[in-house]
């Protein structure tokens, strides 16, 4: 039971990283119904700037953690502009090529820079801590909490503030939030903003547990596209919910089936929902 | 207050409108005729910044607006209430209702007020205050649409066929709602398939046929135009 | 029909220089070069069936290709199968698992599908990796053999490995030709344009997106099996995602849709590579933005971009001339419309 | 009677689109629905074309139950459709537009492609000479080889319907045939419909343009709310009051 419950937990960790990148990549799938398959290179960026903040001008983790978030949602909000804006009327098929594009040539940019080693990010909670007779490290402490207090905030910006609304009517009808007087070009800049710092934000939390090196972003990307894929295109719970029903799933698997195929996991499951359904569960009518 | 100069818009090689001239008064209720497809949709859509004009210019209390964002339209006091609604059919009614007031966003005395008026002019959207707006019957959504467009206050409404779809009764009701909106101080733009009912309220019309008018008068001539009625009103 | 003689004789003038290519230049280099950029061609024609005429973006297939060349593979080096045999299997075997796929990632459209293949082509890497016992994994897989000889011709030199890999190129270019001319061309044009049309023309849509996935899996495992006996070492990269994106980015270059753009995107695109070497894996840094741009700002590549302009001014003369002949109805008629 | 619907039901969630609809189309004769908007009408098309599966109740294609097949087969047994927006390909000419209509009607497959058997060219002959047979009837020739995106709106409503005859059909769908297409022109469309139905082929169709439907429909079935509230030729529709209120509006009353 101890040792079902310890799985849990990491469940829990993992899924806890899932869901903020799953989150990134909803929420510009619903502004923009692009999938942004250069949002795992995002992720990688941000585990790298984190980590040269940290090592190179020896800044304490946290600071590290938010200069990431703002460069990376920068570097979001530009890709924005100058990539997808311009491809906002094309055939669909071309805004999925650019963001390959991209995602090839940042990856080939943190080679070049960074190297293509395998790094250890330093973390202060290193620490083992004893909760209710279950251990675990600081680190996957702070992952599970600080992804659920970023949660809350973000429930609490969307559903509660006006211009966290934008986000969520411009998702549900892009003409009608621009007829009511909503700046589109802002909010999807703002979306593209927010999406970036969640993955910057995963990444840093992620790395000190997981490595850093140009490849990050391949399998948390492609993990990220099945769970919005099972929680719904667009949909903001349901890239959290898929999110910890996949980092649950993971090792769960990994302890009863096999740790070695634990990544398998995922392809498995977006085998089966679109086997049953090939668009996706819980498609809501009435998304324009 | 709001005249089109001359104007024409292009999709790619086919010419949605020619050369229209258009001209409203402070006060008026003005309402454009024609089938579907005539280009009507299209004016609204150009005049409120969606489409871009290939030619001519509009202008709006003296200031030309044709290069403006939609949203800066807004701001203007320029609100469509576009066809096909285009509600947050997730959101609750009072969710919309709230958007639509966006660009008051931060005098939230002056949100309450605009709310209880439209509250008062549909009470139905007051007692679906929780629903979700996709879950409102045809009628509701259209009043729940020119409802969203009111919460900003617009000094000039656009009503893109805001009887479509609608039950015989409710239509009439909706032109009621129409005309005291209008007595209410806005000016309102209206385009309509129903002619007949239209032109009762309405100040005066033009007609729209294959992307230009066609004809064009106060109301009362239009209703005594026979082509008008053969092509339009089917008697 | 001049236009269609002209493309006829410059598509002969290309095969005429490319079965003297190494009397031409008899430089073992370049002729490696050319034979490895004539794989790639296969391998893009065989994406370009399925993406630029069925309509369908798949980013499974350098794991395709992977399959097709580590099959070959294991056929000769572990099961010890002839050459020949091993090389048909590996074809074979290659689509029926690009079949069992297709079953499923046919019935989603666009982003499900590209999400699922680019996936598909994951898992394929991932195996490929893991499984060292049957792949060499990381190690690599080494000892491929050059194809066997048929009859008096052998497959020693790099000259008669050029002819051949050129054999098979003009193969699938001629098969491509064929196809997209025919009805059946027509037919995966249809899907391209409107599924929900080609229903409605009676047009079974899943068999013939599933006949055009596993005739582009095909082509593509050719590739992969031409390059294993050509390059006889493969490492598990040669099915990873980087892979995938230089096949798009040849397409692309060259034209999705177009006969005759595999040839000339791999052709510039890995001359330009040539040119590039100095940057090595950080090609990338290059290629990543022309992709991204080109998608932007010309989409139609380089053969997309010439038939597009030939189209608009044949219809400008063809225009110009009815307005001769029939100037007085036309104005009637804009008259009319006006 | 050509087709049939019996009790025909569709429901999206709680809403109920098509309400229990009964309707023939009848063999040889102009058949229209009419309806306020969002009355059904386009589901009501997407349920005997084969888009949407019905909730209950049947659909009977000269005398053969065909609820269940899929959109292709429905095609091939002799129901073609055509879209309220024109899907046709705007890169290529109406004449390659058209030339796939008649696709389902050969058989050559994959290797008669790549070998071009004497059955390829045979078909191929054959589709080309139905695709220019149809543009002929549909007053196209002139533009056969015009690229679809130079085309006016309506001769690409008219490309649409070649395509669909292409098909060989028995009764031919039309979705809103006259939408977005001057009243001059409209005429023209009208001309064409007495004209197919002349020739033989049942027509069905959904319009707006009252006016047209009036002028020639043989029989028109009024839905509104996703039910069945009157059937009859255009005289009894006219004066029936139901009809009138439901339809024509309070201000026709008055």
């Known amino acids: 039971m101890e040792f079902f419950i310890q799985q849990l937990l990491n469940g829990l960790t993992v899924g806890s990283v899932y869901s903020l990148v799953a989150l990134g990549l909803t929420l510009v799938y619903g502004i923009l119904h692009i999938p942004n398959f250069a949002h795992g290179a995002l992720y990688m960026m941000g585990g790298y700037v984190t980590l040269t903040m940290m090592s190179k001008s020896g800044l304490p983790y946290w600071l590290a953690i938010v200069i990431s978030m703002i460069v990376i949602g920068t570097l979001g909000v530009l890709l924005e502009r100058l990539v997808f804006y311009p491809l906002r009327d094309a055939p669909p098929l071309h805004d999925k090529i650019a963001a390959i594009g991209i995602l090839l040539f940042l990856e080939a940019f943190a080679q070049f820079v960074w190297g293509a080693d395998y790094q250890t990010m330093p973390t202060p909670y290193g620490k083992v801590v004893n909760l209710f007779g279950l251990t675990l490290t600081a680190q996957r402490l702070l992952i599970i909490t600080s992804t659920i207090a970023i949660m809350v905030l973000l429930y609490f910006f969307l559903k509660k503030t006006f211009i966290g609304a934008t986000i969520i009517a411009m998702s549900q009808n892009r003409e009608g939030a621009n007829l009511v007087g909503i700046n589109i070009n802002k909010v999807a800049m703002m979306t593209f903003m927010i999406s970036g710092s969640l993955a910057a934000l995963a990444a840093s939390l992620a790395s000190p547990i997981n490595l850093v090196f140009p490849g990050m972003g391949h399998l948390v990307i492609l993990k990220a596209f099945v769970i919005i894929i099972l929680g719904g295109m667009g949909s903001v719970p349901g890239a959290i919910i898929g999110g910890y029903i996949l980092g649950f799933s993971e090792s769960l698997g ?20 679109l086997t049953i359904k090939p668009t996706g569960l819980f498609v809501r009518r009435g998304q324009s | 207050m709001l005249e089109l100069r001359n104007v024409s818009v292009q999709y790619g090689s086919f010419t949605a409108v020619q050369n229209v001239n258009i001209h409203v008064h402070e006060g008026e209720i003005v309402v454009l005729l024609g089938s579907n497809g005539a280009g009507k949709s299209t004016v609204f859509r150009t005049i409120s910044g969606l489409n871009k004009l290939s030619k001519g210019e509009i202008v709006f209390k003296g200031n030309r607006i044709d290069r403006y964002s939609p949203d800066r339209i807004v701001q203007l006091g320029i609100v469509q209430c576009a066809e096909g609604r285009k509600l947050f059919s997730r959101m609750t009614v009072y969710e919309n209702l709230l958007m639509g007031a966006y660009i008051h966003r931060k005098e939230k005395e002056k949100i309450k007020q605009s709310l209880n008026h439209v509250y008062e002019l ?18 509701q959504q259209q009043m729940l649409a020119i409802g969203r467009a009111l919460m900003s206050r617009p000094k000039l409404l656009l009503l893109d066929e805001p009887s479509i779809g609608l039950a015989p009764l409710i239509v009439e009701q909706m032109f009621q709602i129409i005309k005291q909106i209008n007595k209410e101080g806005t000016t ?11 032109l009762h309220i309405a100040h005066k019309g033009y007609v729209f046929e294959n992307g230009t008018i066609a004809v064009q008068g106060t109301s009362q001539e239009l209703f005594a135009n026979d082509n008008v009625h053969k092509a339009y009103i089917g008697t | 029909m001049i236009a269609v003689l002209k493309q006829k004789k410059i598509a002969a003038l290309a095969i005429l220089f490319a079965l003297a290519f190494p009397l031409l230049i008899p430089n073992n280099y370049y002729l490696h070069m050319m034979t490895l950029s004539f794989i790639w061609m296969i391998a893009v024609y065989g994406l370009n069936l399925l993406a630029g005429y069925t309509g369908y973006l798949s980013l499974a297939h350098a794991g395709f290709f992977a399959i097709g060349a580590y099959t070959l593979a294991i056929l000769t080096v572990k099961a010890g199968l002839n050459f020949w045999l091993a090389f048909f299997l590996s074809c074979v075997i290659s689509s029926f698992i690009g079949f069992l796929v297709g079953l499923v990632a046919l019935r989603t459209k666009e982003h499900f599908f590209a999400i699922y293949t680019l996936c598909v082509g994951y898992i394929i890497y991932l195996v490929i990796d893991k499984w060292d016992n049957l792949t060499g994994g990381v190690r690599g897989f080494i000892g491929i053999p050059s194809p066997a000889n048929i009859g008096p011709i052998s497959f020693q030199t ?13 193969l699938v270019v001629f098969v491509m030709y064929r196809i997209v001319y025919s009805l059946t061309g027509r037919t995966y044009i249809a899907i391209r344009n409107s599924e929900e049309l080609a229903l409605t023309i009676g047009i079974s849509t899943m068999k013939d997106k599933l006949v055009s996935f596993v005739l582009s899996i095909f082509f593509t495992s050719l590739a992969g099996a031409l390059y294993a006996s050509f390059i006889r070492f493969l490492g598990p990269d040669i099915g990873y995602i980087s ?9 692309l270059v060259g034209g999705i849709g177009t006969m005759s753009g595999p040839v000339v995107g791999t052709l510039l695109m890995t001359s330009i590579s040539q040119q590039l070497q100095f940057l090595q894996d950080y090609r990338m840094l290059i290629f990543g933005p022309i992709l991204t741009l080109l998608v932007i700002f010309y989409p139609r590549g380089v053969v997309g971009g010439v038939i597009h302009w030939k189209t608009k001014r044949t219809e400008n003369n063809r225009d110009s001339r009815v307005g001769k002949i029939s100037s007085h109805s036309s104005n009637e008629k804009q008259v009319k419309e006006g | 009677m050509l087709l049939e619907t019996k009790n025909l039901t569709k429901r999206f969630g709680g809403l109920i689109a098509v309400n229990n609809v009964n309707f023939s189309i009848e063999r040889g004769k102009i058949n229209a629905i009419i309806g306020p908007n969002g009355a059904g009408k386009s589901t009501f098309f997407n349920l005997i074309s084969g888009f949407h599966k019905p909730t209950a109740g049947q659909i009977i294609f000269k005398g053969e139950d065909i609820t269940h097949l899929p959109a292709n087969k429905r095609a091939k047994l002799g129901i073609a459709r055509t879209f309220q927006t024109t899907h046709l390909f705007e890169q290529s000419t109406v004449l390659d537009n058209v030339i796939i209509g008649h696709r389902l009607r050969t058989s050559s497959t994959l290797f008669d492609a790549i070998f071009r058997t004497k059955r390829l060219k045979r078909e191929e002959a054959q589709c080309k000479e139905k695709a220019m047979e149809v543009l002929e009837f549909v007053g196209l020739t002139d533009a ?4 679809v995106a130079n085309i006016s709106q309506e001769e690409k409503k008219r490309a649409a319907f070649a395509l669909a005859l292409a098909t060989d059909p028995e009764v031919i769908l039309l979705d809103e045939p006259a939408a977005g297409v001057n009243p001059d022109e409209t005429e023209g469309l009208e001309e064409l419909i007495v004209k197919m ?3 033989g082929i049942t027509v069905c169709l959904i319009e707006h343009k009252m006016q047209m439907i009036m002028k020639i429909a043989h029989k028109i079935m009024v ?12 005289e009894e529709i006219k004066n029936n009051e139901i009809v009138i209120q439901a339809y024509l509006g309070g201000s026709a009353i008055a």
């Open chain 1, 254 to 273: 990994a302890t009863y089936i096999s740790n070695d195929y634990k990544d398998i996991i995922a392809f498995v499951i977006l085998v089966i929902i």
């Open chain 2, 122 to 139: 549909f009470p139905i959207l007051k007692e679906k205050r929780n629903d979700l707006a996709g879950a409102l019957s045809g009628g």
């Open chain 2, 188 to 198: 309102i733009l209206l385009a309509e398939q129903n002619a007949h009912a239209a």
């Open chain 3, 158 to 170: 790099p000259v008669s490995q050029y002819y051949l890999v050129l054999f098979f190129l003009l």
């Open chain 3, 243 to 251: 892979v995938m994106f230089d096949l798009l980015i040849f397409l």
């Open chain 4, 144 to 147: 056969a080889h015009k690229i």
């Open chain 4, 197 to 199: 139905a002349e020739y």
């Open chain 4, 223 to 234: 839905l509104n709310y996703g039910e069945k509230i009157a059937e009859g030729t255009p």
